[in-house]
């Protein structure tokens, strides 16, 4: 996040009167009015129950979640089924995630949504805008959601250009308060979400934005691994940046495409023109996965899945955050379960793009580690990913940071994906990135100087609004 960014979204929330705050979770509570088995919806509609039950049914061995209440309590929680016969592909880093991206839109017939906080105008973001644009004079129908804040320090005259070539763009939420629409000005309400969908069968989401920043790869799986220059805390062209993203086809693609229709709408732009959004996908794979948006003034549904998962964790949390400022109940959650004896590890980066957030993110290493919380710190490059794999069965990629930020002020999507087989894929990537990072013991952090206490103490005062 650049500061730029984080300055007017400071400056945005120092006008709020009054501070939201996080809706307390407690799973015991969530499981008395969960459902004995969740809705799995497919491409052919509902699931019978007894089809669900059989689906679900395998159960890991006791040390580890339960699938099937798992997977009933995040329904009683964010209200959203499972979305069953899913191909879910990962990818690591901006070459191969752009790569698939320009991939997918070259190949598009019908239509291209795309939402994005970041579009900046670069070599990278002039490749994207100017297939945008071919598509579009192919007739392929291309409406794009960019965040204002996001893109702050972009030209109007870039995202013109897209317009004059028949893309229809929509500002998420104008700087400008001249500009507000129909719901009012909300500066502070940002939206962070990362989706592109292709013809309505084809979807990514992610960490990834669209900016330069992703044209180097981070050492991850890379033969050239530690041959790296150290990174820096601006995050130049020449240091990777470590991030996440998924491709998915199938049915659970039809729910990104409706986040993006909502978002459209709520901005009270234009109607979308016609095109084919909404087409019956068949079954492209086995993964039963949930897709999950939150907005302010939301239900806060990543936020709950997030902390039930946490909380009936019985084996490992292994959690790898780009901005790691996390509120009271988040901090409690990590450590009740590292006392009864979960395996928490954390990656958090060693560098950041946003100063403020990283040192805000380490004042909250000395309860961690006193609690048995591993932490390590990625080395050889910017880390901007977001992701968590919780007993090697339930996963999550999305655009969501463990902050106030994301929980509170932004809109963000998610995808969980349910299942030993993708969870061992994460596990594989977390283990990855921990040979990429240096442990952080508490010895060691107990002895660090009294500037560095200074720092953080300071950047803690303000974040609530990081």
């Known amino acids: ?28 509570r969530t499981k008395a009015g969960a459902k004995e088995t969740p809705r ?23 040390s580890t979640l339960d699938m099937k209440t798992q997977a009933a309590l995040e329904e009683a929680a964010t209200g959203v089924p499972l979305i069953a016969g899913n191909k879910v592909q990962l990818l690591f880093d901006g070459p191969q995630t752009m790569a698939e991206m320009i991939k ?21 973001g002039e490749q994207f805008a ?18 204002s804040v996001g893109t702050l320090g972009v030209p109007q005259e870039f995202f013109e250009r897209m317009r004059a070539g028949g893309v229809k763009l929509v500002a998420f939420n104008p700087v400008n308060p001249a500009k507000a629409r129909g719901n009012g000005w909300k500066l502070n309400n940002r939206d962070h979400r990362k989706i592109l969908v292709v013809d309505g069968k084809v979807g990514f989401t992610g960490g990834i934005n669209i900016s330069d920043t992703y044209s180097q790869s981070s050492p991850f799986r890379s033969a050239s ?18 991030d996440t993203h998924v491709r998915i086809e199938g049915p659970a693609v ?16 234009e109607d979308l023109r016609d095109a084919q959004y909404f087409v019956q996908v068949p079954p492209a794979g086995d993964k039963v996965m949930r897709v999950l948006g939150s907005r302010p003034e939301g239900r806060f549904e990543i936020y709950k899945a997030l902390q039930l998962a946490i909380q009936e964790a019985k084996k490992s949390i292994h959690i790898t955050c780009a901005y790691f400022v996390p509120d009271d109940q988040t901090l409690q959650a990590l450590i009740d379960a590292a006392r009864r004896g979960v395996d928490v590890q954390l990656v958090l980066p060693s560098v950041s793009d946003s100063g403020l957030v990283f040192h805000a993110g380490r004042a909250f290493y000395q309860p961690l580690l006193e609690a048995g919380v591993k932490i390590f710190e990625l080395k050889l490059s910017v880390l901007h990913a977001k992701t968590a794999v919780i007993d090697g069965v339930w996963s999550t990629v999305g655009s969501t940071n463990i902050d106030r930020r994301s929980f509170l002020h932004n809109s963000e999507i998610n995808v969980i994906v349910m299942g030993d087989v993708f969870g061992l894929e994460m596990e594989k990537a977390f283990q990855e990135d921990l040979r990429n990072s240096t442990e952080i013991t508490l010895a060691a952090w107990s002895k660090r100087p009294m500037i560095t206490r200074l720092k953080e103490w300071l950047a803690r005062v303000w974040d609530y609004w990081l």
């Open 40 to 62: 799995v919806m497919t491409s052919a509609g509902k699931l019978p129950r007894q089809n669900t039950e059989q689906l679900l049914k395998k159960r890991w061995p006791k």
């Open 130 to 147: 100017d297939l945008l644009v071919k598509k579009q004079r192919e007739g392929v129908v291309v409406n794009v959601i960019y965040d």
């Open 225 to 242: 691994r530690g041959a790296s220059s150290p990174a820096n805390a601006k995050g130049d062209k020449d240091t990777g940046w470590r």
């Open 1 to 28: 996040m650049k500061a730029k960014q984080v300055l007017v979204m400071m400056l945005a929330s120092w006008s709020l009167l009054a501070c939201a705050s996080l809706p307390e979770v407690d799973s015991d």
């Open 104 to 124: 997918a839109i070259a190949a598009a017939k019908d239509h291209i949504n795309f939402e994005t906080y970041i579009f900046d105008q670069d070599e990278l």
């Open 254 to 269: 039809q729910a990104m495409q409706w986040l993006f229709v909502q978002t459209w709408i709520e901005q009270d732009a």
